[in-house]
């Protein structure tokens, strides 16, 4: 029976999401032991997804970026790292206690194999105790703006943290077809370790169960899918981005369903042409005319009518649903990036004729005009792009793991 430790960063819902599929695989190839690694909001995700195994989640304070109101605060989380901020210790601070702390956890459960999804500490500690490191990743030196040259000795040393790792996984399809293209970037050194294990989709199966009111509503209607994702200030930065969208005068009529990721059935709702509002189940009763569908949190049959049935998808560059939308279900995107992975992967699909690129309330509405104007050839490069997806990041990085663990016995 192996022991092997799963290190989740914490910041944003990817990393969790991509881990919590890749380990229900991994338990159907053994009876191993397996440890939980996070903090926050993923810690407490976890607690939950396992109530019989709270003796092996462990709590580690990985630092993380300090929330601002788009996304994380650039500034506040550049004086953090000598200074603190907000009741945030200095982030050398910070660093050298969060390691400290999983250097202990390593001396005490003894590991065969660590799989890091975003946690560059666990590889550091890995190479010094000679256990095999598996690092989960869609970023390794992302391309910066004119404007951030500054993060240059940052992402330097982040990517040297990486490359510690005896395998780099990227969980994206190989070029050229990798999305995540401008957020790597790889050296020389590293590239013998680098491995395109392609997108950790969900491979279960969907058991169908009678419609909806809200698939009723929506199944003959022609409307834009816009996701809010990401941690609360992520989300709250997107959704701000939306609203003001909406009040402009060409959004009018454009038909939208918003999923805000919030398990909040407060949030449920439907606005008519004129801003009435009705329950979901009402509006369908009543047949109104709607504009705008607000949904707290879809069902897995809900969100795969939704996706099915749209005519695109309005996203902020989310690594995760971007391969969700463009590779699975072959709708185009408008994105609307939070921070720099998610311009990165924006821009790349916007080169390939996959989407559209916007940053305000003028640019969201002229997209929207541009995509339909030009919907067949987009629609063509999308389609042409979901042949050549891998969503087989799961299975590929469970078969890795599994070579792995038959070769240390």
Known sequence: MAKIGQFIY???????????RLNEKLKEIGDNEFHYFSKGDIYEKLLEKFPNEKENIHEVLMPTPIDGKFGPSLTKSMLNFLLP?????????QISSYLKDEAKLYNKIGFDLVINDGDMGSNVLAQRRNITSLFVTNQFKPKLWKSRMYFKPALEFVAKQISK?????????????????YNLNFTKEVQEKVVYVGHFMNEKKIEKSEKSDLEKL???SVYGYWMRTGNKSTNDGTGER?????????????????????NDPSIDRVLDKDGKEYSISEAYEKKIDWVQIDKGFLSEQEKETVLNLCKYSVVN???TVMGEILGSHAKPIIGIPIYDEHTNQIEWAKEKKLGLFARNRVQIAEAIREM?????????SVK?????????????????VSEILEDKK
Not at 10 to 20: E, K, Q
């Open 165 to 181: 790792a005896s395998k780099i996984l990227v969980a994206d399809s190989e070029p050229p077809y990798t999305m995540c293209e």
């Open 317 to 319: 560059g989310s690594h």
């Open 384 to 400: 042409e792009f979901s042949r050549n997806f891998n969503g087989n990041g799961v299975s590929n990085t469970t078969k890795i």
């Open 372 to 380: 339909y104007e030009n919907y067949e050839e987009i629609t063509d």
């Open 10 to 20: 914490p910041w944003g819902n990817g990393h969790y999401s991509r881990m919590i």
């Open 218 to 220: 929506v199944s003959d």
């Open 85 to 93: 901020v907000e009741e945030n210790k200095p982030l050398v601070t």
């Open 242 to 262: 939306y609203e003001e969208a909406f009040h402009q005068t060409e959004m009018k009529n454009e038909k939208r369903i918003i999923s805000h990721a919030r």
